[in-house]
């Protein structure tokens, strides 16, 4: 793995270069216009319609079409902006001309007048239609009815900005293109785009202004975060004025990050002086620059150049990003739409949105009342209906993954909007909602706004495989319906059953006699059946109690209860907050082998996993083989460590035992059964091409920990984990099992000796090339090391240098330091000051770039060691086991095998624990290298076995011998 950063203005990438349309450099055109004037464009209709474009200060510009003529002067700046009196609709392919006075001239043809909305979201607005139900099924209907001459080709075009995808401040300079739409077009939109085709008959386009990977506050204008009272609101408002270089914000606030970077360095001078570990400066930024795709980057790049582009209005579409977030999407809502208003200088701008869907779920579907981030996602966007000319359209009937396949559905109900309120359509457009309840005797009666006649079941499962979704009737259906249930005096939630009369539901639950609460839909709908008005639009979800809606803030609860369930306490309070906590290190686990005879450091994680302190008193509370401990987790410490006695080799299992509480709550705890001391080696390899023939152990006597995990190397240090999740039970997480291949061999050997148990560690980098392959992973031997340790061996002191610019405690991480500081300060005085003034990306780059502390670092050094090594560090074993690959010897014949080896050795032995581990290795014979040199300088024991090919499984057994040979009985 190598690792490229830029110091100054460094890539974040978010996209390949692929994304971009065509990154060839192309001459100017004669005549700069707006993203959205290029040929085959649709103008609004009955609008006044601005256009604009750049031309040298003074130059008079004069646009005709349509029998129009109109002039502009372009300003001090160049900008010139002119507006079209309103045009009536036209399918009539016609020229637009533009012409500077200076005598160059710009033509877009075709031309078309009819509707245009502005589309924007993340992935499932992005997502092409070719890729869903709207390519496959309804644009081949349509295609069946144009062939038949039953309809003519719909007029829906598309266009979207193709240079640029965010950046920090506006921009107004970008390409854009249109085109007809086809199967590359967005697919929501083109299904809205086509029903106002179909009921209009004009052309329709589309401002594609979406992105996946993408949240609501990334396409939210700066200032649409301006004017809301909520603090949640003002919080994200102060971070983007940290990144406007004229603010106070800013100025105080960038101030105090440059003052802490070098008080965190004079620190760290002290620090090394005691001998005591450096402290890496904070590169937690101020301001809006979480990545570039932090609150107001998309917009910047993305939509901002369509504006003022006319249109009748926009359309939305996203939540993955936000679901985890809740409520709050009410407030983001105001703020985008605030902002689009104020923007487009639209204060009545209509805007349509869509309810969160449902994401699948695995089995029968679990349609328990839910108050999780997802269902208040769903409630803050209902509530956002508040919004004066907006709308709601549902989708809860419509599941999938990540991206679901069935975007007609959800398209076409936004165009039911659109028809009803911008084109007078009597259509209608709202699914029934929760309006009250009341409660008599053991029922609940729920009335429903939007169903005045009357309600129906209906399913989407029938047509959304090969279909599109469209709800299917279920007569006499409500016995089918799952999705009610009411709450007991108690706050238990138990299901019920409903009755549907008109617009009206009455729940009951046998085991309720006096319910005070009832709930529809919250945990998810998807395509099971569920309640439809006659209309065949969804019900939205709602959760009531005592006459109040429910919320996470309101509820007594963390969790709701629900009959027949018991909450496992490890999902709630403290114990799910910090579930994925690495307490404890790789190595202690259920049916750990620990080294016999020596002194033995068990320790682990003090801090949460993403890496925050407790606030409290903390504290680690240790139990093992008669130890007893209990640590203060005092400020600043990040681990907790405790060295046993040592313990004399036995079978007989014992329990670990470790607690984390906070104020006396448990926050995490570890309990690892069938530990035993015996003999422990530790094993670095590359993937062997020799077989051993050796049974998988079945005694238990020995056992392996081998690595699961998909990466074998990292560019950064991995402290407590192989995999990159600490979660304890997660699927790539090492654990200790059976032993087979190389670690039977030597395990089965060692063990008949000594009678002992035996532990192997054997942490193997990996396999390239796909499936089915098995090609050697080019890992050189300078990737096992530790970082501060490659100074040992005079070959790799250029890569010691490399990574030290990014490690705390020494003059090259100070230097780099301070260069970042100065990048930061050239970004804020230069750089961004000249895109705000320009309206253009000073550097051209499609992704927004800032500065990162990273110097040229090239270096593969020390990334199987951060991956595969530190965790276990500084764990005691009775050997350390090398084995080389080809790779290791293939720059140099060899030449500087024996002292990067010898560094190598000794970095293991100052790295390891367990006194002076017996380190064994191989080494290459003079047919595989002809300049090997051998290890001249690793202190206390070694011993090598000479290879003489690159699958010797004699010289793997001479070595498994070696070891036996040291060990005693």
């Known amino acids: 793995m190598t690792t490229s950063l830029r110091l100054v203005f460094a890539w974040v990438l978010s996209v390949p270069f692929a994304a971009v349309a065509d990154e060839s450099p192309k001459p100017p055109p004669a005549v700069e216009l707006g993203a959205p004037f290029t040929h ?134 970008a390409t854009g293109e249109w085109r007809p739409a086809d199967g590359d077009s967005s697919a929501i939109a083109y299904a809205f785009a086509y029903e ?77 002086a005691k001998g005591e570990e450096a402290e890496g400066i904070s590169i937690k930024t101020p301001g809006n620059m979480a990545g570039n795709r932090d609150a107001t980057w998309l917009f910047n790049a993305r939509l901002n150049p369509m504006i003022p582009y006319a249109i009748r209005g926009a359309i939305w579409n996203q939540g993955y990003a936000n679901m985890s977030e809740g409520l709050v999407y009410y407030h983001n809502l105001h703020s985008m739409i605030r902002g689009w208003r104020g923007s487009w200088e639209r204060p009545e701008l209509p805007v349509y949105f869509h309810q969160f869907y449902c994401p699948g779920q695995k089995g029968e579907w679990d349609n328990s009342p839910s108050i999780d981030g997802p269902a208040e996602m769903r409630l803050g966007t209902w509530m956002a209906r508040d919004i004066p000319n907006t709308g709601m359209a549902s989708q809860i009937d419509i599941t999938g993954a990540i991206h679901y396949s069935n975007k007609t559905l959800p398209g076409q109900r936004l165009a039911l909007h659109a028809l009803r309120n911008q084109y007078g359509k009597d259509v209608a457009a709202d699914g029934p909602m929760f309006e009250s309840y009341k409660v008599e005797g053991n029922k609940v009666i729920v009335t429903l706004a939007n169903a005045d006649d009357g309600l129906v079941v209906g399913e989407t499962a029938t047509n959304s495989k090969d279909g599109l979704a469209i ?91 629900i009959a027949g369930e018991t909450i496992d306490p490890s999902t709630v309070g403290k114990s799910y907050e910090y579930r994925k906590m690495p307490l404890l290190s790789t190595q202690f686990r259920d049916n750990a082998v620990l080294q016999a005879g020596v002194p033995v450091t068990i320790w682990g994680s003090a801090v949460h996993d993403w890496g925050y302190e407790a606030e409290g008193e903390a504290v680690v509370q240790f139990s093992f083989a008669g130890v007893e401990k209990t640590i203060p987790v005092t400020k600043g410490m990040k681990e907790w460590k405790v060295v046993m006695p040592a313990m004399e080799a036995s079978a007989e299992p014992k329990t670990l035992k470790v607690t984390f509480t906070i104020d006396g709550e448990l926050a995490h705890e570890r309990v690892c059964e069938n530990v035993v001391f015996g003999d422990v080696f530790y094993v670095a390899a590359p993937p062997l091409a020799a077989k051993l023939d050796a049974p998988k152990s079945g005694s238990g006597l020995v056992r392996m920990m081998t690595r699961k995990a ?47 148990p035996v532990g192997v560690i054997f942490m193997q980098t990996g396999m390239e090339g796909g499936k089915g392959k098995e090609a050697e992973n080019p890992i050189e031997l300078k990737s096992w090391m530790n970082p501060e340790d490659l100074k040992m061996a005079p070959s790799l002191m250029e890569d010691y240098k490399d990574l030290a610019a990014v490690r705390p405690g020494n003059e090259y991480y100070d230097a780099n330091a301070r260069r970042y500081i100065d990048a930061w300060k050239s970004y804020w005085n230069e750089y961004v000051p000249e895109m705000i003034a320009t309206k253009m990306v000073p550097d051209g780059v499609p992704w927004g770039t800032y500065p990162m502390l990273a110097s040229e670092v090239t270096s593969e050094a020390s990334e199987a060691y951060n991956a595969l090594v530190h965790s276990f560090t500084p764990g005691a074993f009775k050997g350390i086991i090398f084995l080389s690959s080809e790779k290791m010897v293939e720059a140099d014949e060899g030449a500087n095998y024996g002292s990067e080896l010898s560094a190598l050795g000794n970095s293991f032995k100052k790295r390891f624990g367990g006194g002076d581990p017996h380190f064994f290795y191989t080494i290459p014979s003079a047919e595989l290298a002809a300049k090997i040199t051998g290890p001249e300088s690793i202190e206390g024991m070694s011993h090598g076995v000479v290879v003489g090919a690159w699958d010797d499984a004699v010289a793997l057994e001479k070595l498994i011998d070696a070891v036996v040979a040291d060990v005693s009985p």
């Open 40 to 173: 085959q464009a649709v103008l609004q209709r009955d609008m006044k319609l601005p256009v604009w474009g750049w031309a040298k200060p003074g130059v008079k510009v004069e646009v005709s079409f349509a029998g129009q003529k109109k002039q502009a002067t372009a300003g001090k700046d160049g900008k010139w902006m002119l507006e079209l009196d309103p045009l009536e609709a036209s399918s009539e392919p016609r020229d637009m001309v533009i012409t500077e006075s200076t005598g160059d001239s710009r033509t877009l043809q075709q031309v078309l007048v009819g509707e245009v909305w502005m589309a924007s979201g993340q992935s499932n607005m992005q997502w092409v239609a070719s890729k869903c139900d709207v390519g496959r099924v309804l644009m081949a209907q349509i295609a069946e009815r144009v062939a038949a001459g039953e309809e003519k080709e719909p007029l829906i075009r598309e266009t979207k900005v193709t240079d640029y995808f965010a950046c920090l401040h506006p921009i107004e300079h």
């Open 196 to 272: 106002l085709h179909r009921e209009l008959g004009v052309p329709v386009g589309i401002l594609n202004c979406s992105f996946s990977q993408t949240a609501i506050q990334a396409w939210t204008p700066r200032d649409g975060f301006a004017g809301a009272d909520d603090e949640y609101t003002h919080a994200i408002r102060r971070k983007v004025m940290e990144t406007d270089p004229t603010s106070a914000e800013h100025r105080k606030a960038w101030d105090a990050f440059y003052h802490s970077i070098e008080d965190t360095l004079a620190e760290n001078a002290k620090r090394v």
């Open 471 to 561: 709800p299917t009737v279920i007569p006499d259906g409500a016995k089918q319906v799952k999705l009610f249930y009411v709450a007991d005096e108690n706050r238990v939630w138990h299901p019920a059953e409903i009755e549907i009369d008109g617009n009206k539901v009455i729940v009951t639950s046998a085991a309720v006699n006096s319910p005070k609460g009832v709930s529809y839909g919250t945990g998810g709908v998807g395509p099971q059946p569920n309640l439809y008005n006659r209309a065949m639009l969804p019900t939205t979800p709602f959760i009531q109690f005592e006459g109040k809606q429910v919320t996470s803030d309101m509820w007594p609860d963390e969790k709701l209860k």
């Open 710 to 756: 998909k990466r074998f190397t990292f560019d950064r240090p991995s402290r407590f984990s192989v995999c990159v999740s600490t979660t304890p039970e997660n699927r790539f997480a090492c654990v200790w099992e059976n032993a087979d291949g190389f670690a039977a061999a030597l395990g089965q050997k060692v063990a008949s000796k000594t009678g002992k």
